[in-house]
């Protein structure tokens, strides 16, 4: 059985009981109609405090000026990162120290931060579980691995979880910046400017409070087109969807969620918007199974990234896109059984997924072989600095 990975928790006006209702593929028992209600209540009312203070914080700053450096005083820090795309801003906010967390290579430390809260974390922590445990009473394979008994998430999701606070800027603004060409260079490299790449999350969930404005868009696999996910999302709604990590580990039973951010769907052209993804990730050194990495790999190729390009590519193309090499380091101990492929580090299985991830994305522009060759020389070279030399051609 495979589940769309995502489900939308509504949260209940009264302070009665909490109700879930999960979209999935399926028509299966929704995982998490168990959810203790008062629990949840209380974490719910500190993510809206949580967000209430993150639009306030965009409303009163210049995102657009680079602020100066942060001295160091107590609480916590916003790290301020080079977006995907130029335009966007986005801070990061990481659950434990960012010495140890990835990717904070481009990001400096700035604004700090009042509310030191784990809601989210531990939010999460529980809706994983939760979703490990629906995902072992349906399959007996992941069943056999015992990861509810192995894993101890909010233990092993502490180094590298991190919150998201994101601005996207108006369509205005945008059209505004757009410099004067013919009139049809513009309006493609206006559309285009106002889609952020589409992609999924790496890591085991993300927990997605409904933004500042729409914009928000998923395809369930096997689907072509684009849900406006946040015209089904109420205020208070909480979007809960898997990432890659949680795919890997229970063999596809949940299914990553491809999603991006399309600024069209915006109703008012002058609002920006701000949104706050949270990010549970596994600790790099956790040993995870890879149950059916091909599957994996493969629903990851087969994401319409770019649905015409999907459409028109022929079977030879395929078939090479299909030739994934996935090379784990072979010091690692792994263990086999009938079930698993390999037991690897999440480190290993990360940075596989990130230069999969960057492949294809290059391959968009050059050929494969040419790419995989730059990438062999590049990575022989500068051995310590994929995740760098991936997030740098992930860029706009
Ligand atoms: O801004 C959003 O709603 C989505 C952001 C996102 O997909 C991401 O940061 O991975
Ligand atoms: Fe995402």
Known sequence: MRINGFAIIEMPSEPTSMTTTTCTATEDDPPMTNCKGSDWLSLYSQIRQLYSHSFSF???HDVNSKQKKSTESKGEFLYRCEGFHRELIE????????????????????????????????VS??????????????????????????????????????????HYPSPNFLQSKSPS?????????????????????????TLSPKASTSGLEVCLSGANQWIDIDSLLNENDL??????????????FYQPLFHRVNMN?????SAPRFSMPYFLRLNDNIKIPVLQLETCLK????????FTETQNSNEDEHKNKNEVCIHFDSNDDYKTSDNVEK?????????????????????QIHSRLCVSFIIKILLWLYPHKQNELFDEWLKE
């Open 125 to 166: 922590c529980e809706v994983t579980s939760i979703l490990l445990k629906y995902g072992e009473l349906r399959s007996k394979e992941l069943k056999s691995l015992h990861l509810s008994e192995q894993l101890d998430w909010k233990k092993d999701c502490d180094e590298q979880s991190c919150l998201r606070v994101l």
């Open 343 to 363: 037991w690897t580090t999440v480190a290993q299985f990360m940075a596989c997924i990130r230069k999969e991830r960057a492949l294809r994305k290059l391959h």
């Open 181 to 205: 060409k013919s009139s049809q260079k513009i309006a493609s490299d206006y559309n285009s400017k106002l889609t952020y790449y589409p992609h999924c999350d790496l890591g085991v969930v």
């Open 239 to 252: 979007l809960v969807h898997s990432g890659y990590t949680l795919s890997c580990i229970t063999g596809s």
């Open 265 to 269: 769907l915006a109703r008012d052209l």
């Open 58 to 60: 965009f409303l009163q």
């Open 299 to 306: 629903l990851m190729q087969t994401d319409p990234i770019d």
């Open 91 to 122: 801070f990061v906010l990481p659950h434990s120290s960012p010495h140890s967390h990835a990717n904070m290579h481009s990001c400096k430390k700035t604004e700090s931060w009042p509310l030191v809260n784990n809601s989210l974390y531990e």
